[in-house]
C-alpha cells in the first residue's frame, strides 16, 4: 500500500521559501498515472488546493496551481528519489498551516506543520 | 473559485442515530464528461483528511456502508445511517469539477 511522507522545515522565516519534500513507499511515483498535490490546512481558514503535477511516465509532468498563489509555487517530481517537491516563495505568516502531500485525494501524508515567523 | 457551504457546521448526534451533512455549491458540479466531482471527506481527530466518497456517491475502499452519498448540480448530501463511536470528526465536502478546488468549511460530528 502506498504510503506519503512529507520531510520539511518547520519554521520559516518571512520573505523566504518554503521547500517541502513528499517520499512516496510502497510503490513507484512513475509507475502509473496520477496527479501527485499539495493541499494545506490554515488553522482558520480550512482547507486549501496548493497545485497538483500530473505525471504520466512518458514526461516531466504538467503542473496546475491554484491561481491565487501561481506566482510562488513550483511543484517537482523526482522519479530516481521517487519523491516530490513543493517550493513556495516569499512566505508570510499567511503560509502558516499544516502541508500534505495527497495521491489522487485518496492517499494522503501525515502533514507536516509549517511555521512562518521571524 | 466555487464556494462550497456546509451545514450545519456542529452536529451533535447519538449513538445509533442518523446523521445527515449538506453541502452547496456556487455553480454547478457537472462536468463537460457528464461525471460530477464531488467528494466527501472524514478528518479524525488528530488525523489527516480521509476520503469517504467520490464522484457524488462512490464510496472509497475500506469505507463501512452505513456512510452514503447523493445529490446533484449544486446540492449534495453525505449520510450516515448509524452513527458510530469513531465516527467523531470533521467532515468536508470537495469539489473537484473547476480548478481550483475547493473544500466545504467542515461540519463538526461529536456525539451527545
Known amino acids: 500500500q502506498v504510503q506519503l511522507q512529507e520531510s520539511g522545515p518547520g519554521l520559516v522565516k518571512p520573505s523566504q521559501t518554503l521547500s517541502l519534500t513528499c517520499t512516496v513507499s510502497g510503490g513507484s511515483i512513475s509507475s502509473d498515472t496520477y496527479y501527485w498535490s499539495w493541499i494545506r490546512q490554515h488553522p482558520t481558514r480550512g482547507l486549501e488546493w496548493i497545485g497538483y503535477?500530473?505525471?504520466?511516465?512518458?514526461?516531466?509532468?504538467?503542473?496546475f496551481y491554484n491561481p491565487s498563489l501561481k506566482s510562488r509555487v513550483t511543484i517537482s517530481i523526482d522519479t530516481s528519489k521517487n519523491q516530490f517537491s513543493l517550493n513556495l516563495r516569499s512566505v508570510t505568516a499567511a503560509d502558516t498551516a499544516v502541508y500534505y502531500c495527497?495521491?489522487?485525494?485518496?492517499?494522503w501524508g501525515q502533514g507536516t506543520l509549517v511555521t512562518v515567523s521571524s | 473559485d466555487v464556494v462550497m457551504t456546509q451545514s450545519p457546521l456542529s452536529l451533535s448526534v447519538t449513538l445509533g442515530q442518523p446523521a445527515s451533512i449538506s453541502c452547496r455549491s456556487s455553480?454547478?458540479?457537472?462536468?463537460?464528461?457528464?461525471?460530477?466531482?464531488l467528494n466527501w471527506f472524514q478528518q479524525r481527530p488528530g488525523q489527516s483528511p480521509r476520503r469517504l466518497v467520490y464522484?457524488?456517491?462512490k464510496r472509497d475502499s475500506g469505507v463501512p456502508d452505513r456512510f452514503s452519498g447523493s445529490g446533484s448540480g449544486t446540492d449534495f448530501t453525505l449520510k450516515i445511517s448509524r452513527v458510530e463511536a469513531e465516527d467523531v470528526g470533521v467532515y468536508f465536502c470537495m469539489q473537484g469539477t473547476h480548478w481550483p478546488g475547493t473544500f466545504g468549511q467542515g461540519t463538526k460530528v461529536e456525539m451527545k
Open positions: 503535477i500530473y505525471y504520466s511516465g512518458s514526461t516531466s509532468g504538467s503542473t
Open positions: 495527497v495521491r489522487d485525494l485518496s492517499t
Open positions: 464522484q457524488v456517491s
Open positions: 455553480q454547478s458540479l457537472v462536468y463537460s464528461d457528464g461525471i460530477t466531482y
